[in-house]
């Protein structure tokens, strides 16, 4: 059973500091992971990605990939009211034929 | 480039109603993938095609869904009749046919609200 695990929250952190959103899944024959925000009543779009081992770094966005530990997360430095959001992660298997397992999403709430 | 294109981003029907939903994904993606969002279920994956191709319909919930793409442009979705739990957001997404993690990223159309009275 493929499975993506994501705390709901919601996660609240004060404006300027580090936010820093989990995800685990269950099946090591994963390839790529995939981090989306979606703002309410709007569609989820596209952050970053990862597939390799380690940090990822894009502006303020920080992806880190732990295969051994099945383990993926998105700091978000220097938070800002405008990342208040639901952060989706998907996780692609090798099997999985190009589709996604979606996480339930944690919200995501950044206090002035 | 457009993005994917849904229409209608609105519908209200009476249950019993039959409800077709549009995407148009991005030029040269060949796969799209069709959605449903609940806030008690999340995000569902209901049916995904590649080159226009059904490759996966498992999680069409039931035969009162049904889904077709005639060519690379655009894709229907059908509910027919209408029931009340059908009522969610229902997304439209696409990804283009590359090699590695780029053939899996997918962008979404903006969704359609659909509630069935």
């Known amino acids: 059973q493929k499975e993506v695990e994501q705390n709901s929250g919601p996660l609240s952190v004060p404006e300027g500091a580090i936010a820093s959103l989990n995800c685990t899944y269950s099946?090591?024959?994963?390839?790529?992971f995939f981090w989306y925000r979606q703002y309410s009543g709007k569609s989820p779009e596209l952050i970053m990605f990862?597939?390799s081992n380690g940090d990822k770094e894009d502006g303020r966005f920080t992806a880190q990939l732990n295969k051994a530990s099945q383990y993926v997360s998105l700091l978000i430095r220097d938070s800002q009211p405008s990342d208040s959001a639901t952060y989706l992660c998907?996780?692609?298997?090798?099997?999985?034929?190009?589709?996604?397992?979606w996480g339930a999403g944690t919200k995501l709430i950044i206090k002035p | 480039d457009a993005g994917v294109i849904q229409s209608p981003r609105h519908e209200v029907t009476e249950m019993g109603q039959e409800v077709t939903l549009r995407c148009k994904p991005i030029?040269?993606?060949?796969?799209l993938f069709w959605y449903r969002q609940t806030m008690m279920r999340g995000l569902e994956l209901l049916i995904y095609?590649?080159?226009?191709?059904?490759?996966?319909d498992s999680g069409m919930p039931e035969d009162r869904f049904s889904a077709k793409m005639p060519n690379a442009s655009f894709s229907t979705l059908k509910i027919q009749p209408s029931e009340p739990r059908d009522s969610a957001v229902y997304f439209c997404?696409?990804?283009?046919?590359?090699?590695?993690?780029?053939?899996?990223?997918?962008?979404f159309g903006p969704g359609t609200r659909l509630l069935v009275l």
């Open positions: 095609f590649n080159n226009n191709v059904p490759i996966d």
């Open positions: 997404a696409s990804s283009q046919s590359l090699t590695g993690v780029e053939q899996e990223t997918q962008y």
């Open positions: 998907a996780v692609s298997f090798m099997d999985s034929n190009y589709q996604l397992i």
């Open positions: 030029s040269g993606h060949n796969s």
């Open positions: 990862i597939y």
């Open positions: 099946d090591r024959g994963s390839q790529s």
